[in-house]
């Protein structure tokens, strides 16, 4: 292995991508050199070694043998075929796996999907390099193989990884909804406004970070003069900052997905600025806003969704904290557009319902208007086709409404199995009890 570098990026992205269920026969491919690092077919995503990975060019692909050269033809054409990418993978999650079974398009029924995976992730008609490159072509990231997976590509491994987890979503919420009347899904216009906007614009600067540091180079996202010149304002920035971490950690957001806003006074707010990976981001790259100007200091721009933020803490004042997640079942809900009727358990978290916007592009005055109609009192909202919104009076207890309505939300898609499992292991355990005091 001649490229330390590569390898160490290879070697940390393989073992996210298996830790997280998302690849266990598949490869994972990164441009360099001239040509494509990509893992052997014996390769331990968990704890990849050097010697597992190869050095492939248009010249000697041949002299590999079997499926190792097919999938590395693959991954070659794919990447050629996309132009800017500069990394590729073959993956099969169990959710992926299974639409790829179906052998037709997912279509984007949320937003973060249009914006990474495309205007839709099409099935290749057959497992071949021609028929890959005709499936990704256009405003996509993403296809499926027939009964194989499907194949990602990204302009670095963090992209890849992030549209990976993004598709996994996908296929499980499109799965998980069909049970529930189905989901519904942005038309092609405003998936692929959506797919050009994340390209040109939101995802840029993320992504120039993350190819920096992939390189091994030194990263440099700062704009302006920082904003946080004071130990308090440093303390609610460590704080947010900590709060981003843990969002990821808790899979509550995706990639650069995903924002935070704390009320400093009656007029300002402290917000995550826009599109930066909250592992990469430092305190001092928060915005300070005017929650009435929506103008702006700091070092970095605020997160566009500052508008839905501002606007919930100025109908709340008891609220101090918002915090806009991409969770998991939540997600699922968003694009099935519809609220949720609380499960008892949940309701004194949660109250009796969680609302749900009308649609609306992210980062537009119709969806700052659209979700501050929709959440009234509620301390939680479904934003249509995007995500979730709560508001908190610190973090805390953000915190604790965003797990509620995850929990809530995954019981209601899945009919409670969640609770049953509970409730099978008690009654196990009350049986052993009982069995013991027999015994005895």
């Given at each position: 292995?001649?490229?330390?570098?590569?390898?160490?990026?290879?070697?940390?992205?393989?073992?996210m991508?298996?830790?997280?269920?998302?690849?266990?026969?598949?490869?994972?491919?990164?441009?360099?050199?001239g040509?494509?690092?990509?893992?052997?077919?014996?390769?331990?995503?968990?704890d990849?070694?050097?010697?597992?990975?190869?050095?492939?060019?248009?010249?000697?692909?041949?002299?590999?043998?079997?499926?190792?050269?097919?999938?590395?033809?693959?991954?070659?054409?794919?990447?050629?075929?996309?132009?800017?990418?500069?990394a590729a993978?073959?993956?099969?999650?169990?959710?992926?796996?299974?639409?790829?079974?179906?052998?037709?398009?997912?279509?984007?029924?949320?937003?973060?999907?249009?914006?990474?995976?495309?205007?839709?992730?099409?099935?290749?008609?057959?497992?071949?390099a021609?028929e890959?490159?005709?499936a990704?072509?256009?405003?996509?990231?993403?296809?499926?193989?027939?009964?194989?997976?499907?194949?990602?590509?990204?302009?670095?491994l963090?992209?890849?990884?992030?549209?990976?987890?993004?598709?996994?979503?996908?296929?499980?919420g499109?799965?998980?909804?069909?049970?529930k009347?189905?989901?519904?899904?942005?038309?092609?216009?405003?998936?692929?406004?959506?797919?050009?906007?994340?390209?040109?614009?939101?995802s840029?600067?993320?992504?120039?970070?993350?190819?920096?540091?992939?390189?091994?180079?030194?990263?440099?996202?700062?704009?302006?003069?920082?904003?946080?010149d004071?130990?308090?304002?440093?303390?609610?920035?460590?704080?947010?900052?900590?709060?981003?971490?843990?969002?990821?950690?808790?899979?509550?957001?995706q990639?650069?997905?995903?924002?935070?806003?704390?009320?400093?006074?009656?007029?300002?707010?402290?917000?995550?600025?826009?599109?930066?990976?909250?592992?990469?981001?430092?305190?001092?790259?928060?915005?300070i806003?005017?929650?009435?100007s929506?103008?702006?200091?700091?070092?970095?721009?605020?997160?566009s969704?500052?508008?839905?933020?501002?606007a919930?803490l100025?109908?709340?004042?008891?609220?101090?904290v918002?915090?806009?997640?991409?969770?998991?079942?939540g997600?699922?809900?968003?694009?099935?557009?519809?609220?949720?009727?609380?499960?008892?358990?949940?309701?004194?978290?949660?109250?009796?319902?969680?609302?749900?916007?009308?649609?609306?592009?992210?980062?537009?005055?119709w969806?700052?208007?659209?979700?501050?109609?929709?959440?009234?009192?509620?301390?939680?909202?479904?934003?249509?086709?995007?995500?979730?919104?709560?508001?908190?009076?610190?973090?805390?207890?953000?915190?604790?409404?965003?797990?509620?309505?995850?929990?809530?939300?995954?019981?209601?898609?899945?009919?409670?199995?969640?609770?049953?499992?509970?409730?099978?292991?008690?009654?196990?355990?009350?049986?052993?009890?009982?069995?013991?005091?027999?015994?005895?």
């Amino acid at each position: 292995m001649k490229n330390e570098q590569v390898y160490e990026s290879l070697k940390k992205y393989a073992a996210m991508l298996a830790a997280d269920g998302y690849i266990e026969c598949g490869y994972i491919a990164a441009k360099a050199d001239g040509g494509l690092y990509i893992t052997t077919p014996d390769a331990d995503f968990a704890d990849l070694a050097e010697e597992q990975i190869a050095f492939v060019t248009d010249k000697n692909v041949e002299e590999l043998e079997g499926n190792f050269r097919a999938a590395a033809v693959l991954l070659i054409c794919a990447l050629k075929s996309k132009g800017e990418d500069g990394a590729a993978a073959i993956v099969d999650s169990k959710s992926i796996l299974e639409f790829s079974s179906k052998k037709v398009t997912l279509p984007p029924i949320l937003e973060d999907s249009a914006q990474i995976n495309g205007v839709s992730v099409r099935a290749a008609k057959q497992n071949t390099a021609a028929e890959v490159v005709n499936a990704i072509s256009g405003a996509r990231n993403a296809c499926f193989l027939p009964d194989a997976g499907a194949v990602v590509t990204g302009r670095t491994l963090a992209e890849v990884y992030t549209c990976t987890l993004v598709l996994d979503k996908a296929c499980n919420g499109y799965l998980l909804a069909e049970k529930k009347g189905g989901a519904q899904h942005l038309n092609a216009f405003e998936a692929w406004l959506e797919h050009m906007v994340y390209k040109l614009k939101y995802s840029k600067k993320n992504q120039s970070s993350q190819k920096a540091a992939e390189e091994g180079k030194e990263v440099d996202t700062a704009e302006k003069p920082s904003a946080i010149d004071t130990d308090e304002l440093k303390a609610v920035a460590q704080e947010i900052k900590d709060a981003g971490v843990k969002l990821l950690e808790e899979n509550l957001v995706q990639g650069t997905w995903g924002n935070i806003a704390v009320r400093l006074n009656d007029k300002e707010m402290m917000a995550t600025p826009s599109a930066l990976d909250y592992v990469m981001l430092k305190p001092e790259q928060m915005a300070i806003v005017d929650m009435e100007s929506m103008e702006w200091r700091g070092s970095n721009k605020p997160t566009s969704e500052k508008g839905v933020h501002a606007a919930i803490l100025k109908m709340h004042p008891e609220s101090k904290v918002t915090v806009h997640t991409h969770p998991f079942y939540g997600s699922i809900l968003a694009a099935m557009r519809q609220p949720l009727a609380v499960p008892e358990k949940y309701r004194a978290v949660l109250g009796d319902s969680v609302p749900v916007s009308k649609f609306a592009p992210s980062g537009t005055p119709w969806l700052v208007k659209n979700v501050a109609a929709a959440i009234g009192d509620a301390c939680a909202c479904i934003i249509a086709s995007h995500g979730i919104v709560v508001r908190g009076k610190d973090m805390n207890e953000a915190f604790e409404i965003c797990r509620a309505l995850e929990d809530a939300c995954r019981d209601y898609l899945t009919d409670g199995a969640a609770k049953e499992e509970e409730t099978a292991a008690e009654e196990g355990t009350s049986s052993a009890a009982e069995e013991q005091k027999t015994a005895d």
